[in-house]
């Protein structure tokens, strides 16, 4: 038998073909290959049988997709299940490479169900679980905390994930309790963004289409906050370094688009929050705003008007100066107040 586990024999072959991919195992003898899009592939000992009486239940059908480990430490063999019969590997056609990553990209895939994202942050939290017991791991985590010099980082970082993801709109609003909540109207959350919160240098930011979740920064909200929540219209759960907890219930509103994020429990109560808030350097919304627009001309999306951020109340809206192009990008943003009237410019001392 191979020396390795099967989630680790698996991971530079899952990634050859479906490119990022998260491993997580659904019983000792299957480990589930899980993209941006819900499970990708299962992945086998030779001598497995694929969904058989003596697996777990799993909440979504079995991907059509299988990656085969011979116990003879052969060649890894890509199949295509038959999925009407739970067949194993006596029912599968075999497949090259180029083959199974033209199924992985081609197959119609429905999205996760709510049992289905559930069971993928339950797994994740239970491998970590494992790992957070270990004496080099928990020292690992306390040295994190010290990583970041100042407690109000969390903002910089949460604006910027918001720009990377997309967001035309972001709102930061302090709430009783006290608590801060952030929201924007960038994409939502994928499988392997819940993985990229809750572990450590795990980033899941590819280009800008990313939801933007350094593999560390993010961890910044945890050195201010004990309790961080996160949402879209489809997930919700507690993301905590290294365990995060599917979240069944909020007591505010669900959420439409976009995400949220509700930074709650404060260390400092509401006196630290209102230092934190005090003073937005006037460079940080047009610097934001230019990533953001200009990235629309780079990545070929329709091109917006403007970015805007409320901060606390205060609208900040940055525009594009008509006329201006790609190649005047150090001077086509000004910012303006809530009732429209320009107050700063955003040239390139901005």
């Known amino acids: 038998m191979p020396d390795l586990s099967l989630r680790l024999w698996a991971q530079p072959h899952a990634e050859e073909v479906l490119g990022t991919c998260l491993l997580l195992e659904h019983s000792p003898t299957t480990v589930l290959a899980v993209d941006r899009r819900g499970f990708a592939a299962v992945i086998v000992d030779e001598a497995a049988r694929v969904g058989g009486s003596e697996e777990p239940e799993l909440p979504e059908p079995w991907p059509s997709l299988q990656l085969c480990r011979s116990t003879a430490g052969g060649k890894p063999q890509w199949r295509r299940l038959d999925r009407s019969s ?25 999205p996760l169900t709510p049992a289905g994202r559930r069971w993928v942050v339950d797994a994740i939290r239970g491998y970590y679980t494992q790992h957070v017991l270990e004496p080099s791991v928990r ?12 407690s109000d980082l969390y903002l910089f970082e949460l604006l910027q994930n918001a720009v990377d993801d997309g967001a035309r709109v972001v709102r930061l609003e302090l709430l009783p309790g006290p608590a801060l909540r952030l929201s924007h109207d960038g994409r939502g959350f994928s499988p392997l963004d819940v993985n990229g919160l809750a572990s ?7 280009s800008r289409r990313a939801a933007g979740f350094m593999g560390i920064g993010f961890k910044a909200c945890h050195k201010r906050f004990a309790h961080v929540r996160c949402a879209d219209p489809d997930w919700r759960f507690d993301a905590w370094v290294l365990l995060p907890r599917w979240a069944e219930d909020s007591s505010g509103s669900p959420v439409a688009s976009g995400c949220v994020f509700e930074l709650l429990r404060p260390r400092g109560g509401l006196d630290a929050l209102r230092r934190d808030l005090r003073w937005l350097p006037p460079s940080v ?14 990545d070929g999306d329709a091109p917006r008007a403007a970015w ?40 390139g001392d901005a």
């Open 86 to 110: 739970a067949a194993g590997s006596s029912a599968a056609e075999p497949l090259d490479l180029a083959s199974a990553a033209r199924l992985a990209a081609s197959e119609a895939r429905s």
């Open 139 to 150: 020292g690992f985590l306390s040295i994190l905390e010290k990583q970041f010099p100042r």
């Open 200 to 206: 450590v240098g795990m980033s899941t930011k590819q």
């Open 285 to 298: 919304p047009p610097l934001l705003a230019r990533c953001a627009l200009a990235a629309d001309q780079r």
């Open 308 to 347: 805007e951020l409320v901060w606390v109340g205060e609208r900040l809206v940055c525009e594009r100066v008509d006329g201006a192009d790609a190649e005047e990008e150090a001077s086509f943003f000004f910012q303006v107040d809530s009732n429209g009237v320009p107050c700063c410019g955003c040239g």
